[in-house]
């Protein structure tokens, strides 16, 4: 199982950037789809995640800025980030919780991450 993520960049404060991660390879069923960031010198946190019936929840620095989506057909979450902060600078990982037979229990799994940084 692979997660790609992409659509990391710099943006000014302010700005919007729109992250998306695809999974790939031998999924059976995928659970909860999320984002997680991790800044220089911090713990790499929860940013939002998506359970495989729509529901979410958000971390509340993020709140009412940003906002996750999942197309599950496509196996896809992304996270649409707007009034973008200073604070929000740091390496954005895509997580996953993933069944890869109908006898498997899920297992997590990481993308390798993209850097979203915040400056003028």
């Known amino acids: 199982v692979q997660l790609q993520a992409s659509g990391g960049g710099l943006v000014q404060p302010g700005g919007s950037l729109r992250l998306s991660c695809v999974a790939s390879g031998s999924i059976f069923s995928i659970d909860t789809m999320g984002w997680y960031r991790q800044a220089p010198g911090n713990e790499r946190e929860l940013v939002a995640r998506a359970g495989s019936s729509g529901r979410t929840n958000y971390a509340d620095s993020v709140k009412g800025r940003f906002t996750i989506t999942r197309d599950n057909a496509k196996k896809s979450i992304y996270l649409q980030m707007n009034s973008l902060k200073p604070e929000d600078t740091a390496v954005y990982y895509c997580?996953?919780?993933?069944?890869?037979?109908?006898?498997?229990?899920?297992?997590?799994?990481w993308g390798r991450g993209t850097q979203v940084t915040v400056s003028s």
């Open positions: 997580n996953a919780d993933v069944a890869r037979t109908a006898y498997d229990v899920y297992y997590e799994y």
